[in-house]
């Protein structure tokens, strides 16, 4: 498959390019900066920008994905009105000028855990959850439009909210390092 990958660079989203290669699909990954370990030659990497869209679409267009993995959200854990807008008019950009190549059969997209806004009770698969605050609007806002848009198009679209995993490389701040790093220096963590 030739899959596009925003996102590549992360904690979540190097491993995945890894088994991508390994299973013989050609990824094009689009970042902001290349990595700074070397990967395999079956990965070409693409600088570019999501606030400029002609920084990616000649090479998006070259490269005909026929898969799209969107894990791309700048600016965690600023989840602010202008940050959510921002990323969320990004994704829509990028998302529709691949939607319209006509070469892209399916769509992965990172949603969040914080999208179902349950936080003391059981949460179910097919939880929808409402928006809470401006980050989990834009977040429902990128699904409701993808959600049109791939029926539309006869593209099959995953939806994953990801629910605090946590890895090498991972935001020293987020929720499992900081507790890590607490019991490590003997001290309990704050719950």
């Not at 999501?50 to 490269?63: G, R």
């Not at 990172?110 to 409402?130: A, H, Y």
């Amino acid at each position: 498959m030739r899959v596009l990958f925003t996102g590549a660079t992360g904690f979540i989203g190097l491993p995945i390019v890894q088994c991508l290669v390994k299973q013989g699909d050609k990824v094009l990954a689009l970042s902001r900066s290349e990595p700074t370990r070397a990967l395999a030659s079956s990965v070409k990497w693409l600088k570019a920008d999501l606030t400029s869209p002609e920084t990616y679409q000649v090479a998006i267009k070259e490269f005909a994905p026929q898969v799209v993995i969107h894990l791309a959200w700048q600016g965690i854990p600023d989840f602010s009105f202008e940050t959510s807008l921002n990323n969320l008019n990004q994704s829509l950009k990028l998302l529709s000028f691949v939607i319209g190549l006509d070469s892209c059969k399916k769509i992965l997209v990172s949603g969040s855990c914080w999208e179902t806004n349950i936080l003391k009770r059981e949460c179910m698969e097919e939880t929808q959850g409402e928006p809470k605050d401006h980050f989990t609007w834009a977040k429902h806002a990128l699904y409701s439009w993808l959600n049109m848009m791939c029926k539309q198009r006869n593209i099959q679209l995953s939806w994953m909210r990801i629910f605090y995993v946590y890895g090498p490389r991972q935001r020293s701040e987020s929720l499992i390092p900081t507790i890590l790093a607490k019991l490590n220096n003997g001290q309990l963590p704050d719950l």
